[in-house]
């Protein structure tokens, strides 16, 4: 059984920083893309940020500048490094990975349960 599980969320005052992380776990023969996604209270969910496997990223106009991912492959974990946040960034951020599962090898497409970022003015 292959899960991710998210950590880091909190509450920041504005312009501070926070960094998220997201482990995936169980019978895993691959972990290929690796994405945070948020949903702030009666919005969408929303792409954040997106990194293969090799490393190359690319981010929402919103958070470029402000926002890092990165990842360690030999951990299986990604990460949100977040600066200079906003009131705005306030959400639940989710953690999303397209995992080959070994047994039985399977590819699907997995979800963290979300953390809570909520940043005050």
């Known amino acids: 059984q292959v899960q991710l599980v998210e950590s880091g969320g909190g509450l920041v005052q504005a312009g501070g920083s926070l960094r998220l992380s997201c482990a995936a776990s169980g019978s895993i023969f691959r972990v290929n893309a690796m994405n945070w996604y948020r949903q702030a209270p009666g919005k969408q969910r929303e792409l954040v940020a997106h990194i293969t496997s090799g490393g190359a990223t690319t981010y929402a106009d919103s958070v470029k500048g402000r926002f890092t991912i990165s990842r360690d492959n030999a951990k299986n974990t990604v990460y949100l490094q977040m600066n200079s946040l906003k009131p705005e960034d306030t959400a639940v951020y989710f953690c999303?990975?397209?995992?080959?599962?070994?047994?039985?090898?399977?590819?699907?497409?997995?979800w963290g349960q979300g953390t809570q970022v909520t940043v005050s003015s």
């Open positions: 999303n990975a397209d995992i080959i599962a070994l047994t039985p090898l399977r590819r699907s497409d997995y």
